[in-house]
């Protein structure tokens, strides 16, 4: 197996992008992405699509054959990758085995969605659809199970609604510098506990992330021949992905996000590096209380203590492990399908010292989660500055 | 092993053969939330907005669970409740019944 490096990355600014269809977010962040990497008019052996939502929301399918149709990458393999949230992180790791596999040289992995066009009531339920019928048919929404989720969690673990606001505005404030971001809106915890709207008891809209419009691109190569084109290549370190039952419901223990386990585990063996090795994490916090039960599930701390790190500052972006820097979903923003790799852009950013207003000092090891459904399909990767 | 929801093989043996047993009505309530902002579908007939939505999760005895909607807002956790038929929403242009749960007074 080869080392595969990453060698460009670029995105277009998450948030409502009026005027903009789906196919000119994808194409913006691709052109991007190419600039960046330097390859001109060099022909690319393949190309992977995240979207989840493109038949639904925009109208539009098979949207990997448009892309390359739009980019003129004739005669390039493309694909379009659906896998729930965890699109962008699935992509990713396709375009990262097909390099690593020797089969291709030179891919371009792109991830995007358009949501914001769509009412409201629509989305919550074509999201919901990612659930299990079990759940889906009761009326359950993503927000729900992630309400349902921080309820047991607090019984369990003494988390409160303020630890929850403490996510949100840690986030928030990282997004304040973060030109991408979709949310700039400075916000204090006493606001949040008494002012927000309640989306499904005990979270409030603060700690459900915004849906967004938005686009991210990455391209990669051998590890050998990365310097061809950049100074500062990435190397994929090592991935990992993990299943979970459907149904969280189901689960033995409900509050333990075992796929996460499982992904964590086998990016960590593959990039033979340990928790304690990485400066600087990107999670998936759709809702608050996932980011302090991923930062215990991920390996960085034990089970219920997510959210005493979170209170001693060891997570803020000054802090000893800080947990998206970008503002995460939570105030970057999620756009479905392009929320996995937008992650792998700003990490990449972070990695070459390139994370004007949001640089994590000396950052030389990261770590990316892209989580489906509510936690039953999750991919890891560890990304690392290349030597 | 008891399981809700189905699957095509058997979450401990990968066992094919199953049979499908009564749960009876009873069970604890695990967790649940109360839904503001419900999806499409749950609109009710002759109400511009609906009220919120109560959801949970429900153990029985043996431990299987399955999550649906609650008759009451006022429940806790540890409560136990008891499940009952009725409508849920519409899928399209279809209306789905199933099992929904109230607190045991």
């Given at each position: 197996?080869?080392?595969?490096?990453?060698?460009?990355?670029?995105?277009?600014?998450?948030?409502?992008?009026?005027?903009?269809?789906?196919?000119d977010?994808?194409?913006?962040?691709?052109?991007?992405?190419?600039?960046?990497?330097?390859?001109?008019?060099?022909?690319?052996?393949a190309?992977?699509?995240?979207?989840?939502?493109?038949?639904?929301?925009?109208?539009?399918?098979?949207?990997?054959?448009?892309?390359?149709?739009?980019l003129?990458?004739f005669?390039?393999?493309?694909?379009?990758?659906?896998?729930?949230?965890?699109?962008?992180?699935?992509?990713?790791?396709?375009?990262?085995?097909?390099?690593?596999?020797?089969?291709?040289?030179?891919?371009?992995?792109?991830?995007?969605?358009k949501?914001?066009?769509?009412?409201?009531?629509?989305m919550?339920?074509?999201?919901?659809?990612i659930?299990?019928?079990?759940?889906?048919?009761?009326?359950?929404?993503l927000?729900?199970?992630?309400?349902?989720?921080?309820?047991?969690?607090?019984?369990?673990?003494?988390?409160?609604?303020k630890?929850?606001?403490?996510?949100t505005v840690?986030n928030?404030?990282?997004?304040?510098?973060?030109?991408?971001?979709?949310?700039?809106?400075?916000?204090?915890?006493?606001?949040?506990?008494?002012?927000?709207?309640?989306?499904?008891?005990?979270?409030?809209?603060?700690?459900?992330?915004p849906?967004?419009?938005?686009a991210?691109a990455?391209v990669?190569?051998?590890?050998?021949k990365a310097?061809?084109?950049?100074?500062?290549?990435?190397r994929?370190?090592?991935?990992?992905?993990?299943?979970?039952?459907?149904?969280?419901?189901e689960?033995?223990?409900?509050t333990?996000?075992?796929?996460?386990?499982?992904?964590?585990?086998?990016?960590?063996?593959?990039?033979?590096?340990?928790?304690?090795?990485?400066?600087?994490?990107?999670?998936?916090?759709?809702?608050?209380?996932?980011?302090?039960?991923?930062?215990?599930?991920a390996?960085?701390?034990?089970?219920?203590?997510?959210?005493?790190?979170?209170?001693?500052?060891?997570?803020a972006?000054?802090?000893?492990?800080?947990?998206?820097?970008?503002?995460?979903?939570?105030?970057?923003?999620?756009?479905?399908?392009a929320?996995?790799?937008?992650?792998?852009?700003?990490?990449?950013?972070?990695?070459?010292?390139?994370?004007?207003?949001?640089?994590?000092?000396?950052?030389?090891?990261?770590?990316?989660?892209?989580?489906?459904?509510?936690?039953?399909?999750?991919?890891?990767?560890?990304?690392?500055r290349?030597? | 092993?008891?399981?809700?929801?189905?699957?095509?093989?058997?979450?401990?043996?990968?066992?094919?053969?199953?049979?499908?047993?009564?749960?009876?009505?009873?069970?604890?309530?695990?967790?649940?939330?109360?839904?503001?902002?419900?999806?499409?579908?749950?609109?009710?007939?002759?109400?511009?907005?609906?009220?919120?939505?109560?959801?949970?999760?429900?153990?029985?005895?043996g431990?299987?669970?399955?999550v649906?909607?609650?008759?009451?807002?006022?429940?806790?956790?540890?409560?136990?409740?008891?499940?009952?038929?009725?409508?849920?929403?519409?899928?399209?242009?279809?209306?789905?019944y199933g099992?929904?749960?109230?607190?045991i007074?």
């Amino acid at each position: 197996m080869r080392e595969v490096a990453i060698i460009g990355c670029g995105m277009t600014k998450f948030g409502y992008l009026e005027g903009k269809g789906l196919m000119d977010l994808l194409t913006e962040a691709s052109l991007n992405a190419l600039d960046d990497a330097g390859t001109g008019d060099k022909d690319f052996d393949a190309v992977y699509v995240s979207n989840v939502a493109g038949g639904e929301l925009s109208h539009q399918r098979a949207i990997a054959s448009g892309l390359v149709d739009r980019l003129n990458l004739f005669p390039a393999a493309a694909d379009r990758v659906e896998n729930g949230p965890a699109s962008g992180g699935s992509a990713v790791k396709n375009a990262f085995l097909a390099v690593a596999s020797g089969i291709n040289n030179l891919v371009l992995v792109v991830g995007g969605e358009k949501m914001m066009a769509t009412p409201r009531a629509r989305m919550t339920d074509a999201i919901a659809t990612i659930a299990h019928p079990v759940e889906y048919l009761h009326g359950v929404t993503l927000p729900a199970l992630a309400a349902m989720f921080a309820r047991l969690y607090m019984h369990r673990y003494g988390v409160t609604r303020k630890h929850l606001a403490m996510v949100t505005v840690k986030n928030h404030t990282n997004a304040l510098k973060n030109p991408y971001a979709h949310e700039h809106t400075p916000i204090s915890v006493e606001s949040i506990l008494e002012e927000a709207t309640m989306v499904s008891d005990p979270l409030t809209a603060y700690d459900c992330c915004p849906t967004s419009d938005g686009a991210a691109a990455l391209v990669l190569c051998p590890a050998e021949k990365a310097r061809e084109f950049c100074d500062t290549p990435v190397r994929v370190a090592g991935f990992g992905q993990g299943t979970d039952r459907h149904a969280v419901h189901e689960r033995e223990d409900p509050t333990i996000l075992n796929a996460l386990r499982v992904a964590s585990q086998r990016a960590f063996k593959m990039a033979n590096l340990k928790p304690k090795d990485i400066d600087v994490v990107e999670l998936h916090d759709a809702f608050t209380i996932l980011e302090i039960a991923q930062s215990e599930d991920a390996g960085f701390f034990a089970k219920g203590q997510g959210h005493k790190a979170l209170e001693e500052g060891v997570t803020a972006i000054d802090g000893k492990l800080p947990i998206n820097p970008s503002g995460g979903l939570n105030a970057r923003g999620h756009a479905l399908g392009a929320t996995g790799v937008a992650q792998i852009v700003e990490q990449t950013r972070q990695l070459r010292g390139d994370a004007e207003g949001i640089q994590v000092s000396g950052a030389s090891r990261a770590y990316c989660c892209s989580f489906g459904g509510f936690g039953n399909n999750v991919v890891v990767h560890i990304l690392e500055r290349a030597g | 092993m008891v399981t809700y929801p189905k699957h095509a093989r058997c979450l401990n043996c990968k066992g094919r053969t199953f049979e499908e047993i009564e749960l009876g009505d009873e069970c604890t309530l695990l967790t649940y939330t109360k839904l503001f902002a419900y999806p499409e579908g749950l609109e009710l007939e002759y109400v511009w907005e609906r009220p919120p939505i109560m959801l949970g999760i429900v153990e029985f005895k043996g431990g299987v669970r399955a999550v649906g909607q609650l008759t009451s807002e006022d429940v806790k956790i540890g409560m136990k409740m008891r499940s009952v038929w009725g409508w849920l929403r519409k899928v399209e242009e279809d209306d789905v019944y199933g099992f929904r749960f109230e607190p045991i007074k």
